[in-house]
């Protein structure tokens, strides 16, 4: 079974950190884009971030850059969202999602993939 799962969210206190994991099975991650979206209630899923299959190209969302840092272990078939000095307004599901035969810029401004997990939420609040 084709599947994405992520973990690692949860309550934090304004400052916090979190490490989000979205690991993967039945597939192999090394082909594929891959790209952490979060949605807050009654907002639109929005990027949050994306990295390349070697991990060599990344692409933040603006409101994110410099706090949080994602990164990829493809040999354990992983993706993470180091998530720093998290905001009130971070909360949110974060979800993430894989697609091939795209690019970063693209998988992060289009919202589209061909995996998507079912998401872990983030709250953040004192």
């Known amino acids: 079974q084709l599947q994405l799962v992520e973990s690692g969210g949860g309550l934090v206190q304004p400052g916090g950190s979190l490490r989000l994991s979205c690991a993967a099975s039945g597939f192999s991650v090394d082909y594929y884009v891959i790209g952490w979206f979060r949605q807050a209630p009654g907002k639109e899923r929005e990027a949050v971030s994306c990295i390349g299959s070697s991990g060599g190209s990344t692409n933040y969302a603006d409101s994110v850059k410099g706090r949080f840092t994602i990164s990829r272990d493809n040999a354990k078939n992983t993706v993470y969202l180091q998530m720093n000095s998290l905001k009130p307004e971070d909360t949110a599901v974060y979800y993430c999602?894989?697609?091939?035969?795209?690019?970063?810029?693209?998988?992060?401004?289009?919202?589209?993939?061909?995996?998507w997990g079912k998401g872990t939420l983030v709250t953040v609040s004192s």
């Open positions: 999602a894989a697609k091939r035969w795209t690019t970063v810029q693209a998988m992060c401004a289009y919202v589209r993939a061909t995996y």
